[in-house]
Structure formats: structure tokens, C-alpha cells
């Protein structure tokens, strides 16, 4: 999951799952070992354009789907 700048240092200390690592400071990704479901998937869309889930890509394209039907409602 890659974290924007400004919500590096939330995450780091209110970490998304507790499996939480940190893969990369520099590009701050970090990496999150779960179940995908469906709270996770909500959890992660409350940080909005600030996290951006780069793998798996069934939950990428979860995400997707989500995010393009809000846009459509407005």
C-alpha cells in the first residue's frame, strides 16, 4: 500500500492491520498480511486519495469499482 506524505506519519502510529510493515521509508509503501474483506476494504477507503492499494489487484480493482459508482451518484 503505498501512504501519501501526508498521512505517513497516522499510519505509522495508527497502523492499518496490526501485521503493518514497513517496506520502503523512502516511497512509503508499506505491507499488510490479512484476509481481504469487507471491513477492510471500507477501512482503507476512509483514508481516500491518500493510500493507494498496489497489490493484489482483485482489490485494487474492488476499490475501483467502489469509487467509480460514488462518482456516478454525484
Do not use: C, M
Not at 24 to 39: A, F, L, S, Y
Not at 60 to 66: C, P
Request: proline residues 4%.
Amino acid at each position: 500500500i503505498w501512504v501519501s506524505n501526508f498521512s505517513k506519519d497516522y499510519i505509522e502510529t495508527k497502523p492499518i492491520h496490526g501485521s503493518q510493515k514497513i517496506i520502503d521509508h523512502g516511497n512509503r509503501i508499506i505491507e499488510i498480511n490479512v484476509i481481504p474483506n469487507k471491513e477492510l476494504i471500507s477501512h482503507i477507503l476512509t483514508y481516500g486519495n491518500d493510500v493507494e492499494v498496489l497489490s493484489p489487484q482483485f482489490i485494487r480493482d474492488e476499490i475501483r469499482a467502489i469509487l467509480e459508482d460514488a462518482l456516478h451518484k454525484y
